[in-house]
């Protein structure tokens, strides 16, 4: 074999990885379906890639470079929907998660009115902004734990000292006076 066909046949292997690499696969042309290899072809190349191996013609159609052009903008624009697809999806990820923190709120919140037995949200709300102000206006003034006489602490004075005056107004009896027991 002569050098000069070498390097020819050297040229067109190159020739035919560089259409390989850059080119786009076509349905296959008469050599490629008989011999069921991949057909692909470069823009600018009028045979696809295993024919410029081969050396042989190619009835396969190269696209034009208008086509090239429009597979381009089409690639481009299907990137772009892709793109504000996903922002979409980013979105209604953060709507859903915030609706599950408005959901648990509202579980909390009617579990507490279910706790305290009033009829509505309103109420409860209500209630709340009453023991605020009432404990806004009940200062704690530092004393000493109650004990008895022999320096053990008395549990039963503790709790009333800790229980605020507000608790006995409300079930209408005097904070200085404890509720009744059924038995007494």
């Known amino acids: 074999m002569s050098s000069s066909r070498h390097i020819k046949i050297k040229e067109r292997h190159l020739l035919a990885d ?4 850059n080119g786009i696969a076509m349905p296959p042309c008469s050599n490629c379906l008989r011999s069921e ?30 086509e090239w052009e429009k597979l381009r903008k089409e690639e481009e624009r299907l990137e772009a929907e892709e793109e504000a697809a996903a922002a979409q999806e980013q979105e209604a990820f953060a709507r859903r998660m915030r609706l599950r923190k408005q959901q ?19 109420e409860l709300e ?10 806004a206006k009940s200062t704690p003034v530092p004393m000493s734990p109650p004990t008895t006489s022999s320096g053990v602490l008395d549990l039963g004075e503790v709790l009333f000292a800790v229980l605020s005056p507000g608790f006995f107004d409300r079930l209408g009896v005097g904070a200085d006076t404890p509720p009744a027991s059924l038995d007494s």
Do not use: Y
Request: charged share 35%; glycine share 6%.
């Open 126 to 135: 209500a209630a709340e902004e009453l023991e605020r102000s009432t404990l």
């Open 18 to 21: 560089r259409i390989e690499r």
């Open 37 to 66: 290899r991949s057909c692909i072809v470069a823009p600018g190349h009028r045979r696809c890639n295993e024919c410029t191996r081969r050396n042989s013609k190619c009835d396969g159609c190269a696209p034009t470079p208008v």
């Open 104 to 122: 648990k709120a509202l579980k909390t919140r009617g579990a507490e009115m279910l706790r305290r037995g009033l009829q509505s949200l309103d």
